[in-house]
């Protein structure tokens, strides 16, 4: 095949129909690798004009132009052949014409999951012999940025750059663009080309490890070939979330291993292999892999975001980037499908590409082949879709600099505009009188607080021109000064870190939409905006120098420590002389951590009551087997101002108990704690599911209750019309025999009347019918069969009152168990325990300075 070459391939848009065209370029594109073949079609029924990504390879009118692999070409017409017309029958598809270098005997592939066909055309056989091209190293390549953006991150052009054989050769700079066209020339090479099979050149385009570089290729002070992570490090590795054990030597092979340690049984190993132990940990838990074999991106991706999507170096990565970007592919394109490691004996958990069995839905396997032609088919259509994206956003970065034209227009030409409900001083105008400011532009980002440039207060921004000259370090701590409860309950920062602060949080998009916002958010209709007011030039550092991850370094108190007020309950400080402004800067987001740390308090001084009054009325045991750990309910869910509220309040509040209806703590116990069930609930009704029986049907109702749960324990809401006759003549009246004789325990649950009055009422109608016992203390106790849960008025004051008029009217606090809603989670503020961040320490000119205030007016503030 040649430039003028006229061919017939299939429509891109009607995948039924073929359409004609003659070839005008054959050669490399700067966005892809391999060889492209660009052609012009007679109709416009392709996806470009010959450019692709801003370069031009050739010319034609637009959507005229389309780029193919080689093997796509269905016919390559005869000189004298006329082109076929729509609709005419086109001979069945012909092996594609072979480069030269296909002439050569072909390196033989062993795949996993199927065999090649004895005869006719393969995917192997279509593909040409593929020449590699060198690729960076994991830690030296750019992070991919969204749509083909350009990275933040260079790579260095002398870095040498790894093969798949192990051996290092010098970057080399990128062949020239052939002019439009002409055929591209080979670049010249130092050393010769090393022919590869398809399953080697998918794995080397992609930056995944090969099995034949075995761990002796890989140089013993090579750190570029190896991922920054350390023991205990937690990352995911096939889709499963792990530990680092072990980075070292072993025994059984040459080379450098990661042993990892998974939550799960789908390892392959206990952390021994050989009778040696390299770590110890349940069977079938560890597998071992060489070290250049777990990605960068594994290491970096944990922890960041709810809805992350994981990289691994292996076929898992593969699948999912398939699954991802075409929902038409070939059998393992399935978002159904598996991957998974081959159970085989004698394996003994050291993994290679041999161990790796992917499927599609159907169970069938599925072959690299078959992965690298969906690959091929979905990155052609890929390349599309961001072509029109790109255009979508250079038109909207033509928008916006048209709007900031005519707004510095507007400044320069005349008096600045009011805006809406902005009223110079002496004013009369009427807010119907000025002119409506315009809708802002939308922030730009798909989750609207993911932005840590903008998650503080507005004046902190300003901050960074307030800082003597020369400053290197602030440092800053949190306490709580003092406040009801003498002693803190510390919790909730590993969450704040973990979704805002973990990884690069930095990104050239994020500081633009900041550097927007806070123009308008800082403007003056007299005096303008001052463009020094945002400190652009210290973020873009951060995102150039520490690749988005923000330098600085946090220290704490384990969660879940008790530690008396005005004590530190954690550190914060600036590792880089550059960003000394950054400590305070996040003052604003992580003091938020009052509030987890105030609920977790709070609950531990009501189980304390709780715990107290069970002694003294006789029921030791409840405290002694941790059965009071459920004695107060979470019922806050639809008491706080957030579902961020609820789950940072719901899961300080599983410090100290085990029972919560409020789901969004439990989520985020599990995501950011890895705590896989933090709380536990039980079947209850509501007034809804009560009252919808009638009241002259309340009876059927309970007993419905009774029969749909027939064991373990239920909640019954009981006063939708008279709760002392529920109590004295229904359930202990005509429902008593069925709950006696139930296996569980009834629960009755009173939601309304003056307290504590009702309690004790409806334990005395419930004690006249049902039989109590009395404890250790003399307390009268209902059998366990039935008791009660107070859920309305709850709060601490409330808790202690009931208790102690429980334990003066003769009954042990073991009948009652408490749910608590919005005064669980929302009655408290900051200086309920008097939280506070502070700066006590600064460096400034290579200077200790030590930084305090002293108000004449609060010492306590001191």
């Known amino acids: 095949m040649k430039v003028d070459d006229r061919v017939v391939v299939q429509d891109v848009q009607n995948k039924s129909e073929f359409v004609c065209g003659t070839v005008r370029y054959i050669g490399p594109l700067q966005v892809a690798t391999g060889e492209w073949v660009g052609i012009e079609l007679t109709e416009a029924s392709g996806k470009n004009d010959g450019t692709v990504k801003g370069q031009r390879y050739f010319s034609c009118p637009d959507k005229y132009g389309i780029f193919l692999r080689r093997e796509k070409i269905t016919r390559v017409l005869a000189a004298d052949e006329p082109f076929p017309k729509r609709g005419e029958t086109i001979p069945a598809p012909q092996a594609a014409p072979?480069?030269?270098?296909?002439?050569?005997?072909?390196?033989?592939?062993?795949?996993?999951?199927?065999?090649?066909?004895?005869?006719?055309?393969?995917?192997?056989?279509?593909?040409?012999?593929?020449?590699?091209?060198?690729?960076?190293?994991?830690?030296?390549?750019?992070?991919?940025?969204?749509?083909?953006?350009?990275?933040?991150?260079?790579?260095?052009?002398?870095?040498?750059?790894?093969?798949?054989?192990?051996?290092?050769?010098?970057?080399?700079a990128a062949a020239p663009v052939p002019a439009s066209g002409q055929q591209a020339a080979t670049p010249p090479a130092t050393k010769p080309a090393k022919q590869v099979n398809v399953r080697d050149s998918f794995n080397e385009s992609h930056n995944i490890p090969v099995d034949k570089a075995g761990p002796s290729d890989i140089p013993a002070d090579d750190s570029d070939s190896l991922?920054?992570?350390?023991?205990?490090?937690?990352?995911?590795?096939?889709?499963?979330?792990?530990?680092?054990?072990?980075?070292?030597?072993?025994?059984?092979?040459?080379?450098?291993?990661?042993?990892?340690?998974?939550?799960?049984?789908?390892?392959?190993?206990?952390?021994?292999?050989?009778?040696?132990?390299?770590?110890?940990?349940?069977?079938?838990?560890?597998?071992?892999?060489?070290?250049?074999?777990?990605?960068?991106?594994?290491?970096?991706?944990?922890?960041?975001?709810?809805?992350?999507?994981?990289?691994?170096?292996s076929g898992t990565r593969m699948m999912r980037t398939l699954s991802s970007r075409s929902g038409r592919m070939s059998r393992a394109s399935s978002m159904g499908g598996d991957v998974k490691l081959k159970d085989?004996?004698?394996?003994?958990?050291?993994?290679?590409?041999?161990?790796?069995?992917?499927?599609?839905?159907?169970?069938?396997?599925?072959?690299?082949?078959?992965?690298?032609?969906?690959?091929?088919?979905s990155q052609a259509e890929l390349e599309g879709i961001t072509e029109l994206l790109n255009q979508a956003e250079q038109r909207e970065r033509n928008l916006r600099e048209e709007l900031a034209a005519?707004?510095?227009?507007?400044?320069?030409?005349?008096?600045?505009?009011?805006?809406?409900?902005?009223?110079?001083?002496?004013?009369?105008?009427?807010?119907?009188?000025?002119?409506?400011?315009?809708?802002?532009?939308?922030?730009?980002?798909?989750?609207?607080?993911?932005?840590?440039?903008?998650?503080?207060?507005?004046?902190?921004?300003?901050?960074?021109?307030?800082?003597?000259?020369?400053?290197?370090?602030?440092?800053?701590?949190?306490?709580?000064?003092?406040?009801?409860?003498?002693?803190?309950c510390f919790f909730g920062l590993q969450y704040y870190l973990k979704k805002y602060l973990v990884g690069p949080v930095v990104t050239s998009e994020k500081i633009s939409i900041a550097e927007r916002f806070f123009r308008d958010h800082f403007s003056h209709p007299q005096w303008g905006y001052d463009k020094k007011l945002f400190n652009k030039a210290g973020w873009e550092y951060i995102m150039k120098e520490h690749g988005g991850n923000l330098p600085v370094v946090i220290r704490s108190v384990p969660e879940g420590t008790v530690v008396p007020f005005k004590n530190v309950l954690f550190t914060l400080e600036n590792t880089d002389p550059k960003c000394f402004w950054l400590t305070?800067?996040?003052?604003?987001?992580?003091?938020?951590?009052?509030?987890?740390?105030?609920?977790?308090?709070?609950?531990?001084?009501?189980?304390?009551?709780?715990a107290k009054y069970l002694r003294e009325t006789g029921s030791e045991k409840?405290?002694?087997?941790?059965?009071?750990?459920?004695k107060l309910h979470d019922f806050g869910f639809r008491g706080v101002s957030s579902v961020e509220s609820s789950?940072?309040?719901?899961?300080?509040?599983?410090?100290?108990?085990?029972?919560?209806?409020?789901?969004?703590?439990?989520?985020?116990?599990?995501?950011?704690?890895?705590?896989?069930?933090?709380?536990?609930?039980?079947?209850?009704?509501?007034?809804?599911?009560?009252?919808?029986?009638?009241?002259?049907?309340?009876?059927?109702?309970?007993?419905?209750?009774?029969?749909?749960?027939?064991?373990?324990?239920?909640?019954?809401?009981?006063?939708?019309?008279?709760?002392?006759?529920?109590?004295?003549?229904?359930?202990?009246?005509?429902?008593?025999?069925?709950?006696?004789?139930?296996?569980?325990?009834?629960?009755?649950?009173?939601?309304?009347?003056?307290?504590?009055?009702t309690i004790l009422q409806v334990l005395d109608k419930l004690g006249s019918k049902f039989n109590c016992e009395k404890t250790s203390s003399g307390h009268k106790l209902l059998p366990s069969c039935i008791r009660v849960i107070q859920g309305d008025g709850i709060d601490i004051d409330s808790l202690e009152t009931i208790l102690k008029a429980m334990q003066e009217a003769g009954w042990a606090a073991d009948?009652?168990?408490?749910?608590?809603?919005?005064?669980?989670?929302?009655?408290?503020?900051?200086?309920?325990?008097?939280?506070?961040?502070?700066?006590?320490?600064?460096?400034?000119?290579?200077?200790?300075?030590?930084?305090?205030?002293?108000?004449?007016?609060?010492?306590g503030k001191r």
Not at 102 to 130: E, H, M, V, Y
Not at 584 to 610: D, F, G, H, M
Not at 666 to 691: K, N, V, W
């Open 98 to 172: 072979a480069s030269p270098a296909a002439t050569k005997q072909r390196a033989s592939t062993t795949t996993t999951g199927s065999k090649a066909a004895a005869s006719g055309p393969t995917i192997k056989n279509l593909l040409p012999d593929t020449q590699v091209t060198p690729t960076t190293s994991p830690k030296a390549s750019p992070k991919a940025s969204p749509r083909g953006s350009k990275s933040s991150v260079t790579e260095p052009k002398s870095k040498a750059k790894p093969q798949p054989n192990g051996a290092h050769e010098p970057a080399t």
């Open 227 to 313: 991922p920054a992570f350390q023991e205990r490090s937690e990352i995911y590795m096939f889709s499963h979330p792990c530990i680092v054990r072990y980075v070292g030597s072993v025994k059984f092979a040459p080379g450098i291993w990661v042993g990892l340690e998974f939550h799960e049984a789908v390892g392959k190993c206990d952390g021994s292999i050989d009778g040696v132990e390299y770590f110890k940990t349940m069977p079938n838990r560890a597998i071992f892999l060489l070290a250049p074999n777990v990605s960068p991106e594994a290491v970096k991706g944990v922890g960041h975001r709810s809805n992350r999507a994981f990289s691994t170096s």
């Open 344 to 377: 085989e004996p004698g394996n003994h958990g050291a993994l290679d590409w041999n161990d790796i069995d992917i499927r599609d839905d159907e169970g069938n396997p599925v072959s690299i082949e078959d992965l690298v032609q969906a690959f091929e088919e």
């Open 406 to 488: 005519a707004r510095n227009a507007s400044e320069n030409t005349g008096p600045p505009r009011v805006p809406q409900g902005f009223f110079k001083r002496g004013s009369m105008a009427s807010m119907a009188s000025v002119e409506p400011a315009p809708m802002p532009a939308p922030i730009g980002s798909a989750d609207t607080f993911d932005n840590i440039i903008m998650l503080t207060d507005s004046y902190k921004v300003t901050h960074h021109l307030q800082y003597p000259p020369n400053t290197q370090t602030v440092y800053s701590y949190f306490e709580c000064r003092g406040g009801r409860f003498e002693d803190v």
């Open 584 to 610: 305070n800067y996040l003052e604003t987001l992580l003091v938020q951590v009052w509030y987890p740390t105030t609920v977790c308090t709070q609950s531990r001084e009501q189980k304390k009551i709780i």
């Open 622 to 630: 409840t405290v002694s087997d941790g059965s009071y750990k459920f």
């Open 647 to 757: 789950a940072v309040g719901g899961a300080g509040h599983l410090v100290n108990f085990l029972g919560s209806d409020t789901m969004s703590a439990l989520m985020l116990s599990r995501e950011f704690y890895r705590c896989d069930c933090a709380a536990f609930s039980i079947p209850a009704s509501e007034h809804s599911t009560m009252t919808s029986w009638g009241r002259d049907r309340e009876v059927d109702a309970m007993k419905n209750m009774l029969e749909a749960y027939p064991t373990g324990m239920v909640a019954c809401v009981s006063d939708s019309y008279d709760i002392f006759n529920a109590c004295e003549n229904l359930w202990g009246g005509q429902l008593k025999e069925k709950i006696e004789n139930r296996d569980g325990c009834l629960v009755v649950r009173p939601d309304s009347g003056e307290l504590p009055g």
């Open 815 to 859: 009948n009652l168990s408490f749910g608590s809603g919005g005064a669980l989670l929302q009655k408290l503020h900051r200086d309920t325990e008097k939280c506070a961040f502070k700066c006590s320490y600064a460096r400034i000119d290579d200077k200790d300075v030590n930084v305090c205030k002293d108000p004449v007016t609060d010492p």
